[in-house]
């Protein structure tokens, strides 16, 4: 789409760039700015520019630069990057079960950032459901040349609405290792068949047996449900059916969404069961 509008473009290339004039705002893959009228923009400040690593190991876990792509996330998960996972971070087989949940062709994925899907923060956000599920935590450089951190899930306020103030800057997401071993799946659901997703789920077990369950797509904004242990699944239920948040628009109903993360619910607390069974008949032996 055409940004009428639009009279500079800017690329940054230090901190001190990423100060906003007056009707200039962050591009970073430009999926949702391009695709939409931006009437109040006159300017783009470019930082992909910023020269950011797009993924880094370290101690604490997984550090997922904003200006990643969705691709590069992709590819890492599957082995098909520079940067190797350690095989114990079973949760990274759930990314592009996350990714799929976008939607989006595969040269979307290509230019559209995982900061971008995060700070847009729609309730369907793919990225949003992923990093929430996984605990991650928001790095934000605040206009004072200062640095906070906040979980993902508390980021996101509303559809389409987040905790950034004016002039902060998303600079990257942390996935910490403890939830990056855990064994994690999502499930999804749209009204349409090629819909935008109505209901995801997550549910990841910690190796402490712990489980969390995640609320996406349905509700306003991420919901997390803890359990120090799998629930059961009249727990679960009443859980789910009592989460606050459901809302309604022209993808679906808010009782639809409300029934709909039920059963997508129940399936991912299934999953996990199974899981816990085929662990324990394995540590038995054959008979």
């Known amino acids: 789409m055409d940004l009428n509008t639009v009279t500079s473009y800017r690329r940054a290339r230090t901190r001190a760039d990423l100060a906003l004039a007056p009707g200039e705002i962050i591009l970073g893959g430009g999926t949702w700015i391009y695709g939409e009228p931006q009437p109040e923009t006159t300017g783009l400040v470019d930082v992909t520019t910023m020269g950011w690593p797009d993924l880094e190991i370290t101690h604490a876990g997984l550090r997922v630069s904003a200006t990643c792509t969705i691709a590069t996330l992709v590819a890492f998960s599957e082995g098909r990057h520079d940067v190797v996972a350690p095989p114990v971070w079973r949760a990274l087989e759930v990314i592009p079960d996350a990714a799929n949940a976008l939607l989006a062709s595969f040269k979307i994925w290509n230019a559209a950032t995982v900061g971008g899907n995060i700070c847009r923060s729609y309730a369907a956000g793919s990225m949003v459901a992923l990093a929430a599920g996984l605990d991650g935590i928001a790095v934000i450089w605040t206009p004072d040349g200062g ?101 309604t628009d022209p993808l679906g109903p808010a009782d639809w969404r409300r029934a709909v993360t039920g059963v997508l619910a129940e399936r991912v607390r299934a999953d996990l069961a199974a899981d816990e069974v085929a662990a324990d008949e394995g540590a038995e032996g054959p008979a």
């Open 147 to 247: 640095e906070r951190r906040t979980a993902v899930a508390e980021l996101v306020t509303g559809n389409g609405t987040n905790d950034l103030a004016p002039g902060e800057v998303l600079r990257a997401v942390e996935l910490p290792a403890r939830a990056l071993r855990a064994r994690m799946v999502l499930r999804k659901i749209a009204l349409a068949e090629l819909g935008r997703s109505g209901a995801v789920v997550t549910a990841r077990r910690d190796e402490d047996g712990a489980v969390v369950v995640g609320i996406t797509a349905a509700t306003s904004r991420p919901v997390l449900l803890r359990y120090p242990a799998l629930p059961s699944s009249a727990s679960l239920a009443d859980d789910v059916a009592s989460t606050p948040g459901y809302y």
